[in-house]
């Protein structure tokens, strides 16, 4: 099943000898840490198994929202919202970004409480976040026919394009003098010292003395061929897109039963609101006790499935040796097959909310494996057992909006200057300091 079709990169021929810092993985959390490195006079190598921005970061929604976040994450998402508005300039192209709201709705009292008090999270935060009643939204969207309580309208957040970002976000590190390198998976890491010294790529060896791992649903993998503990795993989320469409909501709307957002394009991105699917594997057991409390709290909103996935990554070697083709160059993209049912009953329940939908033509399917941690929450933090081994993953479906200002935070903590935010809830200790991993329902 071909995935969506992303703005091509040309990486480059040529293998530098040596850098400041390799940055592993060209999605929009690689390319937005490699951009603020180089930009601040860094020699820096991305390299990219595939091709920019071709798995999670161009299959993803394309939202760009602060609302209905983990609290943890709310410093952070204000800073990317900042960022978000001068991205354009800052790339010399078009990411798609407009500033056109989401909404989240309420069905009942119960839901519009509780949307009332997350939205406290953003006090002090000077952002256009509201409660509105049912019969706003009603005026707000004359064609529709839900009958809802009210809604979390948050006209601060926005969308853009996840098929342009991440590749327009690379072409400017180029720009800043970063080597960017496609086809050029990293086996592994070199130290001496026990400090990071190199990586060692599928074309030669690179000498560094820091390397940013933003693998994705991939780094969990490669951090346990070094001993590097990851609880990571893999949820399956499925998307439909139609061509263009007229008389659909400006805003992106989610609700129990789907979630739209208008494209560039005049087409829309339309999911299921909360099923996912997730498909048991080795590490479903190998990290089972990591996510039990996840598991506990959201076992509604998972499709468990056992099936031939299982069998794929048991047969993923777990350690390989340098000079050997890795598991990255036997898969270069992660292209799964989607869920069409969960696709159709999503468009189905949008068209009966809004009747317009009826017309839509569906232009294509895609899937894509969202990395996600035990507290949803992403790892954003140096690996205090290899000085200079950095981890930027585990962004749970929530990456895209938050990639620019997570990449800013990432070269701070690289190149030692006052964080972007406070990093303490991104550290990557918190899964063996004894501290209680909690999943906070519902983002």
């Not at 809802?148 to 690379?170: N, S, V, Y």
């Not at 180029?174 to 400090?195: H, Q």
Request: charged share 25%; net charge neutral; glycine share 12%.
């Amino acid at each position: 099943m071909p995935g969506p079709t992303v703005i091509p990169v040309q990486g480059d021929a040529a293998l530098p000898a040596k850098v400041d810092v390799v940055v592993i993985g060209g999605g929009i959390i690689g390319t937005s840490t490699a951009l603020e490195l180089a930009e601040r006079g860094l020699k820096v190598a991305l390299c990219e198994k595939g091709g920019i921005g071709q798995e999670q970061s161009s299959r993803n929604w394309g939202w760009v929202r602060i609302s209905r976040r983990d609290p943890r994450e709310v410093p952070l998402m204000a800073e990317a919202l900042r960022i978000w508005k001068t991205l354009d300039q800052r790339v010399e192209g078009d990411t798609g970004y407009t500033r056109a709201g989401i909404m989240f709705t309420c069905e009942n009292d119960k839901e519009y409480a509780d949307h009332e008090r997350w939205n406290r999270n953003l006090d002090g935060y000077q952002l256009d976040s509201r409660m509105i009643s049912g019969t706003e939204y009603k005026r707000m969207f004359p064609g529709t026919t839900m009958d809802i309580k009210g809604a979390l309208f948050t006209a601060e957040d926005g969308r853009a394009e996840p098929q342009r970002a991440a590749p327009l976000i690379a072409e400017a590190a180029r720009r800043k003098g970063a080597a960017i390198l496609t086809e050029c998976a990293v086996r592994g890491v070199e130290t001496s010292g026990g400090a990071i010294s190199g990586v060692v790529t599928e074309r030669g060896p690179i000498a560094c003395s820091a390397v940013v791992l933003a693998g994705g649903a991939w780094s969990s993998l490669f951090s346990g061929r070094f001993g590097i503990r990851l609880p990571q795993l893999k949820v399956k989320n499925s998307v439909l897109r139609t061509k263009p469409l007229e008389g659909g909501p400006g805003p992106a709307i989610w609700s129990n039963g789907f979630a739209v957002r208008k494209r560039a394009d005049g087409g829309y991105t339309i999911a299921s609101g909360h099923e996912n699917v997730v498909d048991i594997v080795p590490n479903s057991f190998r990290f089972f006790f990591d996510f039990l409390p996840a598991l506990r709290k959201e076992w509604r909103s998972l499709n468990l499935r056992m099936g031939g996935r299982f069998f794929e990554e048991a047969r993923v070697p777990k350690q390989w040796a340098m000079d050997e083709v890795s598991p990255f160059e036997r898969c270069r993209v992660l292209d799964p097959e989607p869920a069409k049912e969960l696709t159709d009953v999503a468009l189905a329940n949008l068209t009966k909310a809004f009747p317009v939908f009826a017309k839509a033509e569906i232009a294509q399917r895609w899937a894509g494996y969202i990395d996600v941690t035990p507290d949803a929450v992403p790892v954003i933090s140096p690996v205090e057992a290899i000085p200079g081994f950095h981890i930027a993953t585990g962004f749970s479906g929530h990456g895209f909006g938050i990639g620019p200002a997570a990449g800013k935070l990432m070269a701070d903590l690289v190149t030692g200057r006052p964080p972007l935010v406070d990093p303490a809830n991104f550290r990557f200790s918190r899964f063996s300091d004894g501290s209680k991993i909690e999943l906070i329902s519902g983002f």
